[in-house]
């Protein structure tokens, strides 16, 4: 299933979606994660709209936590997942491009 980007979310919005680019908004629920995965073209920005919420990666091994407002992008082929803080619910938009979306699970 999460090799199609296909994992258990509280809510999946797509805001906008054109060759090479798309918008969503995501809600995890508490206990809900954006599995470790990474993309061979598209930059992942989240936008956190509730939260705070998490942004981990690999290779260089990274934690970013943003409240609601704060911004980070992650570039194609860096593994990365999103949870909220401490296990708790998040809310964020994520605009994915430019390029062709794959979601590619690690491990």
Same mark, same amino acid.
């Given at each position: ?34 599995? $470790?995965? $990474? &993309? ?6 989240? $936008? ?23 911004? &980070? ?6 593994? &990365? ?27």
């Amino acid at each position: 299933m999460a090799a199609r980007g296909d994992y258990p979310l509280k809510g999946r919005e797509l805001i906008a979606e054109a060759p090479g680019l798309r918008m969503q908004i995501l809600t995890l629920d508490a206990g809900q994660e954006v599995p $470790w995965h $990474w &993309h061979s073209e598209v930059t992942d920005t989240f $936008w956190c709209m509730e939260g705070p919420m998490v942004i981990e990666t690999r290779a260089p091994a990274t934690v970013t936590e943003l409240a609601p407002g704060g911004m &980070h992008a992650v570039p194609p082929r860096r593994a &990365h997942r999103v949870t909220g803080k401490d296990g708790g619910p998040c809310r964020f938009a994520i605009l994915q491009g430019v390029g062709r979306y794959d979601f590619m699970p690690v491990g």
